[in-house]
Every structure is written in structure tokens, then in C-alpha cells.
């Protein structure tokens, strides 16, 4: 089955505590991405990768990494999370095309509590 | 980058009634624009897109208008049922912007009363 997964879909964690949320896709997409949802905030990108070991910073990257070592991953790293990370997080993936645009398909979200 | 305004933010109507949802956006080499929907607790998913060079695209009860001149975009539901309620974003892609960067717009809470 073509899927988006995501790692873990809950966790509550402390401040200052390095956490990782992975993301595997096994459609052979080229596209990923990181986004956080906020209430009445919408889906904010974080980071993105065209392609292996190219990533890029979205909308909001400052608190996160990413690394893009294999096609099929991408985690998401806080590396000192703060209350203020405390979010719902969506991995997404897609094809890219030449000159045209792909459909995304996104993961079923992480929620992180960060105290 | 790209800015995209959404209305409204929430939404109330009776079954059967025809809902509306409105999106500018502010980059005008924008050419692509794609509505999302959200269901509560669950991820969001491609319901409808339309492309530039198209004023409208209809897929059964759902269509999405394109007024390039204006920069707006709306998205229309017709006889609207229970199962439509949800939470739904509308997205522009900038043509030259690295393809797959969406910019969404924050959102529109649809409920609709049986």
C-alpha cells in the first residue's frame, strides 16, 4: 500500500530533550516535506527536500533540523525542544515534476507536547 | 514568498445548502491551486485543484473557480452533507518556485448541521 508514515503519532517530551520524528514514504517520491499545524494558524512548512541530501528551510525552520540521506526519509530533529514547539506535525511527499506540480501526500501527523 | 488569505474561518451551514470558500493570493506568477481537506484527526488530502490556464474545474458536488485578474479562487459545495464538514485549506505554487512548495491559506472549520 502507497503510504506517508510517521513516528512516533504521539509524544510528550521535556524541554532541552533531543527528540527525532521519522517519516518514511514508498511511493519513490522525490518531494518531501515538513509542516506544523497550529490552530488558526494553518500548515506552516518547516523544511523541504527535492532529493537526496538537498533540503531547504520552509516557512518556520528556526528550533529544527532535517537530513535527507535516503530517498525514503526524512526525520525531523528538535534538538532542544521548547514549549513552543508543541504542535501537530505532518510529513508530506510527492513526485516532482519537469514543469508541473504533484499532488502531496501527507502522513497521519505526530503530536508533540513539549513541557 | 507567496501570501494566501483564506475566508472565512468558519463556516455554518444547513444540509443540502451550498457552501463557499474564498482564497487570494498574492504572487501573480502563481499557477497552481489546490484545496486540501482535513477531517477531524486525520491528515489532509487533495479534494480539487486547478491549474492557470483554467477559470473552473468541477468534480461532481465540488468545483473550484479561478479569477487570475482579481487573484482569487474560490471553492463551491453544493447540497452539502454531514460528511462534508471538515476543515479545508486552499494552497497557491508559485510558477518558477522550487515545484512542491505550497503556501497555505490557514484554513476554513466547514460545518454542516443534518
Known amino acids: 500500500e502507497a503510504q506517508v508514515t510517521q513516528n512516533p503519532r504521539y509524544l510528550i517530551t521535556v524541554t532541552g530533550k533531543k527528540l527525532t520524528v521519522t517519516c518514511s514514504q514508498n511511493?519513490?517520491?522525490?518531494?518531501m516535506s515538513w509542516y506544523r499545524q497550529d490552530p488558526g494558524l494553518g500548515l506552516r512548512q518547516i523544511y523541504y527536500?527535492?532529493?537526496?541530501?538537498?533540503?531547504d528551510k520552509g516557512d518556520v525552520p528556526e528550533g529544527y533540523k532535517v537530513s535527507r540521506k535516503e530517498k525514503r526519509n526524512f526525520p525531523l530533529i528538535l534538538e532542544s525542544p521548547s514549549p513552543n514547539q508543541t504542535s501537530l506535525y505532518f510529513c508530506?511527499?510527492?513526485?516532482?515534476?519537469?514543469?508541473?506540480?504533484?499532488?502531496?501526500?501527507f502522513g497521519p501527523g505526530t503530536r508533540l507536547t513539549v513541557l | 514568498g507567496e501570501n494566501v488569505e483564506q475566508h472565512p474561518s468558519t463556516l455554518s451551514v444547513q444540509e443540502g445548502d451550498s457552501a463557499v470558500i474564498k482564497c487570494t493570493y498574492s504572487?501573480?506568477?502563481?499557477?497552481?491551486f489546490p484545496w486540501y481537506k482535513q477531517e477531524l484527526g486525520k491528515r489532509p488530502q487533495l479534494i480539487i485543484d486547478?491549474?492557470?490556464?483554467?477559470g473552473e474545474k468541477k468534480d461532481q458536488r465540488i468545483a473550484v473557480t479561478l479569477n487570475k485578474t482579481a487573484k482569487h479562487f474560490s471553492l463551491h459545495i453544493t447540497e452539502t452533507q454531514p460528511e462534508d464538514s471538515a476543515v479545508y485549506f486552499c494552497?497557491?505554487?508559485?510558477?518558477?518556485?522550487?515545484?512542491?512548495?505550497?503556501?497555505f491559506g490557514r484554513g476554513t472549520q466547514l460545518t454542516v448541521w443534518p
Open positions: 511511493m519513490n517520491h522525490e518531494y
Open positions: 527536500s527535492m532529493n537526496v541530501e538537498v533540503t
Open positions: 508530506a511527499s510527492s513526485f516532482v515534476g519537469a514543469d508541473s506540480y504533484n499532488e502531496q501526500f
Open positions: 504572487d501573480s506568477a502563481s499557477n497552481y
Open positions: 486547478i491549474r492557470s490556464n483554467v
Open positions: 494552497a497557491a505554487v508559485p510558477r518558477g518556485s522550487t515545484l512542491g512548495r505550497l503556501y
